[in-house]
């Protein structure tokens, strides 16, 4: 984070190895703040409800296998609504942005957090940035209300508009105080997170009453710390019709394949949890689990020795997958999209064309393969009942901190609560699958392929809670989504 002093994490200590990671608060630095009643208390559809009020110390575990003489360890602030608000309704100016790639449920985020500010407090005053961050500074803004975002939650994509670089930290705050926003969330991946902190840190140094919440929006599931992004559910269900397909038409002939490519840039969750719960793959690729081609227990091996027994079959790759093979083999272009992400090749049709090459050339077997890239279809489906609600309880704990006075701020489900995280933790480093951990040894269970893990890497020494480490840094929890 930046050299401000005030920027440092805020870290509360307690007993037994207790800490907490607590997020900033605009009393942080401004002074003699008012503070409000929180109009909740007023609101008839809550007010039957006992403890409705969130309990300012309450917080959320990182990990919640313990052992007996475990330390309590890092904790996050429990999100939801406080008794004391630091916003009078009608003072607030919200402003909502959605940022970097499509994603199921970006529509409802912005629905739900429209129709909480209004509901649940009073806010009138709510627009939406057109475009991504550049929006800021260079589009028009949208007037939101409940009844123009009525229905939007049912439509795919996002009704604001997206988009991926302009992010220009100083034309963005100069934009928010220009037009007096005194809230803002932003909702993206990982890239959307880093420029949500970069806003927040120059805010605080402009020392200006806005909130900046972050909702964490990624379909590949790579933002670390909470369980899973809302999206992941819709796309793995979306990615079952591509993968049926595909088994359709490879046992519909003799020795058919069908090679399905799905979503993941550097995690291959999709493609791990679309596997397993179609139980007709016999081979997922991802990128944290590298594959060789040639020899014995290699990717041909092992279609051959498929083939050979079931007819026909089918392999699921991420698009992250095995770049390194196909950059071995097509000149690479090093090419970035206007983020800085790099663009990568089309692993699903290299290796199409490479097993195709491999049976043409061996002669020994004649084979059917046909090729399916449903991925920009995935991820333009509207989300589906269970992200629905997940979007909807992500969108209220966002208004709540932001309400109460939080700031720098991701809001986020950890062990199923809603929480708040600092935006250090979210941008520090990627989720990865850990191919060292139970979920990947259940899909080589399933699918009965090769793991292509040499095996000197995974030693007996290898304990539980220190996965193999693929990735530089990582620090991979072994609670999100894996277990
Ligand atoms: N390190 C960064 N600092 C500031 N802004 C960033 C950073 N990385 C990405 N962004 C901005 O965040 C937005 C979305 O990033 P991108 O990587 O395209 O998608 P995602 O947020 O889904 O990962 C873009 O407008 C981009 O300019
Ligand atoms: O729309 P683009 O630029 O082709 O993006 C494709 C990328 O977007 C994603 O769907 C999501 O990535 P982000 O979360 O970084 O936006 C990736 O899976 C994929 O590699
Ligand atoms: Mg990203």
Redesign the pocket.
Same mark, same amino acid.
């Given at each position: 984070m930046g050299s401000n002093l005030n920027s440092k994490p805020k870290l509360v200590s307690g007993t037994a190895g207790y800490v907490l990671q607590d997020v900033p608060h605009l009393t942080d630095y401004i002074l003699n703040l008012p503070t409000y009643t929180n109009p909740l208390r007023d609101n008839p559809a809550y007010s039957v409800v006992k403890q409705y009020f969130v309990n300012v110390d309450d917080s959320v575990p990182e990990r919640i296998t313990v052992h007996s003489d475990s330390p309590r360890g890092i904790h996050f602030r429990r999100a939801g609504p406080r008794q004391k608000v630091y916003f009078d309704a009608d003072e607030v100016r919200a402003a909502i942005v959605t940022c @970097? +790639? $499509?994603?199921p449920g970006l529509n409802t985020v912005v629905r739900e957090l429209v129709c909480s500010l209004y509901h649940m407090y009073g806010v009138k005053k709510v627009i939406g940035i057109n475009g991504g961050y550049k929006g800021f500074y260079a589009r028009n803004t949208i007037n939101l209300t409940p009844k123009s975002v009525n229905d939007i939650h049912k439509r795919g994509g996002t009704v604001l508009g997206s988009s991926?670089g302009g992010h220009v930290t100083n034309k963005i705050v100069d934009s928010i105080q220009d037009r007096g926003i005194n809230q803002v969330y932003i909702i @993206? @991946? %990982? +890239?959307t997170q880093r420029g949500a902190s970069a806003i927040f840190e120059e805010v605080r140094k402009r020392g200006l009453k806005v909130a900046i919440v972050g909702i964490p929006?990624?379909? %590949?599931n %790579?933002i670390p710390v909470i369980d899973k992004s809302f999206g992941f559910d819709t796309a793995v269900e979306e990615a079952q019709r591509a993968i049926n397909a595909a088994h359709v038409e490879a046992e519909s002939v003799e020795n058919g394949i069908g090679v399905v490519k799905l979503? @993941?840039?550097y995690s291959g969750f999709i493609a791990m949890h679309a596997t397993l719960a179609s139980r007709d793959v016999d081979c997922c690729l991802i990128p944290e689990s590298p594959f060789y081609l040639e020899g014995h227990g290699g990717l041909y091996d092992y279609i051959e020795k498929t083939l050979k027994e079931n007819g026909h079959m089918v392999i699921v790759i991420a698009? +992250?997958a095995g770049q390194e093979l196909v950059s071995e083999s097509i000149q690479s272009m090093n090419k970035q %999209?206007e983020?800085g992400?790099k663009l $990568?090749q089309d692993v699903g049709l290299w290796i199409s064309q490479r097993i195709k090459d491999y049976f043409a050339k061996k002669k020994t077997m004649s084979i059917t393969l046909k090729y399916i890239d449903p991925?920009?279809m995935i991820?333009a489906v509207p989300s589906n009942a269970s992200d629905n609600v997940y979007c909807t309880l992500l969108a209220q704990s966002a208004v709540h901190g932001a309400m109460a006075g939080y700031t720098g701020f991701t809001s986020g489900l950890v062990h199923g609560r809603q929480t708040y995280i600092p935006f250090y933790r979210i941008i520090e480093r990627q989720n990865h699958v850990v191919i060292t951990d139970r979920m990947w040894a259940r899909l080589l269970s399933s699918t009965n392929q090769p793991s292509f893990v040499n095996c000197k890497c995974v030693t007996e020494e290898t304990k539980e809670d220190e996965p193999l480490k693929l990735f530089p840094d990582e620090n991979c929890s072994d609670e999100t989504l894996v277990n």
């Open positions: @970097g +790639g $499509l994603c991926r @993206g @991946g %990982d +890239g929006k990624t379909i %590949d %790579d979503m @993941g840039r698009e +992250g %999209d983020s992400n $990568l991925t920009y991820r």
